[in-house]
C-alpha cells in the first residue's frame, strides 16, 4: 500500500479508491449500544447492522464475543499475543495486510480494534475516519456480500509499552511526569452519573479528555489536526508526552490513544481493565467533583 501515509486515519475517498487491492482487508467493528430504563448504556453485537449493509469486501468481527481473554474474570480484556495471532490469521488477516477498521455508530471500537492490532505488532492498521456514517453519506457504494478469505499469517510480536496495568497507572502518577487520561464524559469524569463499576467519579490525580468532543458530531470525523492539538493542550497542558489512556472497560480510551498518536506522542498506554477494576478496588483512590 505504497500511498498510504502511515497515518492513523484513512479517509473516505483513499479507502473507496483502494477497494479490491489485493493486500488490503476491512473489518467492520461494529457494536450496537442500547440505553436502558435507567438510563445505562448496554453494547451488543454489531452483526445485524453488518447483515444490513457494509462497505463492500468488509468482514464483520464480533467484538462482543471475539478476540479477548474468556478466562479473565473482566469483559473484553485482551488476549494472549499467541492466542490473537492464531484468531486474526484465521480471518485472513496477516502481516502483509493492510487493514482498515471502522463501525457504524460508536466509533471507539473501530479504535479498540486498531489498538488491539497496533498492540500485537501489526502496525499498517487505521480508522476509517468517520466511519460507515461518512461513507453512507456520501453516497458511496455498500454491500450485503459476505468476503470469505483464506488462513494468513500474523506473527504475534506483543508490543507492552501500549497496555498499561493498574501498577502503571499508580506508578506514572507517583512521578513527576506524565497523564493519566480519563477519557468519558465530563458528567462522568465528575461523578455526576456513574456507569456502575463499582464507583463513581475517576482515578484520583487523572485528567479529563473526553473522546467524543474530539469528534465533529454532524459528520462522525475526526476534529482537523489544530483543533484536536488544541484540545490536548486545553485538557492536559504541559504533559511531558507520556501517557496512561483509560474510561469504563478500555474502549472509549482508545480514541484518546489514536489521537495522541495523530499527534506525534508514541508513548501512549491504554489501561486495559480501566474503571472495570480500579473502582472496583476500595484500596485504589477515586476523586469526584
Known sequence: MTDWNGRALVDT?????????????????????????????????????YDQGHIPGAQFIDLM????????????MLQSAEDFARDISAKGLGDEHMIVVYATAVPWWATRLWWMLKANGHDKVAVLDGGYKKWCDEGRATS??????????????????????????????????????????????????????????????????????LIDQDSGAYLPEDELRRAVKDALGDFGGEAIC?????????????????????????????LSEWAADDSLPMETG
Not at 479508491?17 to 438510563?39: C, K, Q, W
Open 144 to 213: 450485503t456480500e459476505v468476503p470469505t478469505f483464506a488462513t494468513a499469517a500474523f506473527t504475534p510480536k506483543r508490543r507492552p509499552e501500549l497496555i498499561a496495568d493498574r501498577q502503571d497507572v499508580q506508578a506514572m502518577l507517583a512521578g513527576d511526569g506524565g497523564a493519566v487520561i480519563n477519557a468519558l464524559s465530563p458528567q462522568l469524569f465528575r461523578g455526576e452519573s456513574d456507569l456502575g463499576y463499582g464507583r463513581p467519579g475517576r482515578i484520583a490525580g487523572s485528567v479529563n479528555l473526553s473522546s467524543l468532543t
Open 246 to 274: 483509560y474510561c469504563g472497560g478500555g474502549i472509549a480510551a482508545t480514541i484518546d490513544a489514536l489521537v495522541l498518536d495523530l499527534l506525534g506522542y508514541d508513548k501512549v498506554s491504554v489501561y486495559d481493565a480501566s
Open 65 to 76: 464475543t471475539e478476540l479477548q481473554d474468556k478466562n479473565h474474570t473482566l469483559h473484553l
Open 13 to 49: 475517498g483513499w479507502l473507496e479508491a483502494h477497494l479490491g487491492d489485493e493486500d488490503l482487508r476491512i473489518v467492520d467493528a461494529s457494536v450496537v449500544m442500547t440505553r436502558t430504563n435507567t438510563g445505562a448504556w448496554v453494547p451488543s453485537s454489531g452483526r445485524t447492522t
